[in-house]
């Protein structure tokens, strides 16, 4: 039967991409391949429960909310999490995946908001994009990009132009937290009226950086 370790499952609002302030249910399995140096999520590494996918519904329910965020650690990683993902949009939920694009996207049910990162050098982890993910993408759908410096965001701004990004779905620029002021961010996009949108974490500037917020 088709499972999915789960690290947790909780009720917050959205703290980002196009949907954030909405009250969501976060699904958050184990595990990720990657190690992206500035992570806040590596407690998700390793742990969790193993869940049956109807236990796993059964659990999204009980919070009565339509948005659902399927998120990791590094979702995809799990062979089950398609056939979740697909549950999830069967039931009437409005259903995203945060994924690191590092993993294949083209199986993920096209009813799923794909909100799919880009990793700049800063991460440590930029060999490990997958591009031809690019080609699976939907103008529903948003790529972000986690900025640490400006070389981070000289590199996502290469990005953006020559792989015509603009016209092929939502662009969200996120400054590391801790790491980069957000205003010099700002201030980068500004000068280049580069046409994305800049983005805060919203559970942090609310909670701070702890789990399960």
Known sequence: MASCRVYEIFLSL?????????????????????????????????????????????AVASHKVPYVTVTGGEPLAQKDCAELLSRLCDEGYIVSLETSGALDIAAVDRRVQVVMDLKAPGSGEVARNRMHNLHWLSPDDQIKFVIADRGDYEWARKQVMSHGLVNRCGLLFSPVWGELAPEHLAGWILEDCLPVRMQLQLHKLLWGDVPGT
């Open 14 to 58: 959205q703290g980002e991409s196009t949907t954030q302030g909405y009250p969501t249910v976060f699904v958050r399995l184990s595990g990720c391949p990657l190690r992206c140096v500035w992570c806040d999520t590596a407690y998700a590494f390793s742990g969790g429960e193993r869940m049956e996918l109807v236990e796993i519904l059964a």
